[in-house]
């Protein structure tokens, strides 16, 4: 059973649109994270938060942002949606140095 | 920085078979590693994790070996099943993961 929840779990979406995808986690963990994933590719971490208003960005460069307000949401935004957006995201948590637990995606598609 | 990756994008084994997945990383101070399974359309699932201070970590069906002076880790399967059939991605770190390329698993009957 999920404690980590995602949506939409699809999204198809018109070129210059804003969208916002949503991440909540039961768990109470601190630390929460963005992954992007090309299908059959690795992940590559585009945000992260160690916990409520703290957000940095991750190794992979995104035009998305993201915000941490509340422990168990960390939504993440795109202002204005390409085509080049077009990927997996996965959100994940974890309570300190350990495995994370990964909600189960939103695949967005730019059109 | 961190570099984890796999050595081989597929692996195709025969029901009943061990399987072993590979992994080789760059970063000496990394000190915790994870397996992580993914189903088509899911997110990735834990599977076993193991610290540097270990060589060997036990499962269900599953153990990890980690060689530190060469920096390689693998994951074996004992008795593959259908249900394995998934891309497996290794993961390395001293506080945030590195993913590595995932290895896709293909069961033959």
């Known amino acids: 059973e999920a404690d980590i929840y995602q949506t939409p779990r699809y999204l198809v979406i018109g070129t210059g649109k804003k969208i916002t995808l949503e991440c909540s986690q039961t768990m109470g963990h601190d630390k929460m994270y963005w992954y992007q994933q090309d299908p059959g590719m690795e992940l590559h971490l585009i945000h992260y938060s160690y916990g409520v208003n703290s957000t940095e960005k991750g190794d992979l460069s995104s035009e998305s942002t993201v915000s941490r307000i509340r422990t168990e949401h960390f939504p993440l935004t795109l202002e204005s949606a390409r085509p080049s957006h077009t990927s997996q995201y996965l959100c994940?948590?974890?309570?300190?140095?350990?495995?994370?637990?990964f909600g189960s995606g939103t695949r967005l598609t730019v059109v | 920085g961190e570099s984890v990756g796999l050595h081989l994008p597929t692996l195709s084994v025969q029901e009943g078979d061990n399987s072993i997945i590979n992994c080789a990383y760059s970063?000496?101070?990394?000190?915790?590693f994870i397996w992580y399974k993914q189903e088509s359309g899911k997110g990735p699932q834990f599977i076993i994790d193991i610290r540097s201070n270990m060589d060997k970590r036990q499962g269900q069906r599953v153990t990890v070996l980690l060689n530190k002076t060469v920096k390689h880790l693998s994951l074996q399967i004992a008795a593959t099943q259908p249900g394995d059939s998934a891309v497996y991605f290794c993961?390395?770190?001293?506080?945030?993961?590195?993913f590595g390329k995932g290895t896709h698993l293909i069961i033959q009957p």
């Open positions: 994940a948590s974890n309570r300190d140095v350990g495995g994370y637990t």
């Open positions: 993961a390395g770190g001293a506080d945030g993961l590195t």
């Open positions: 970063n000496s101070a990394s000190d915790y």
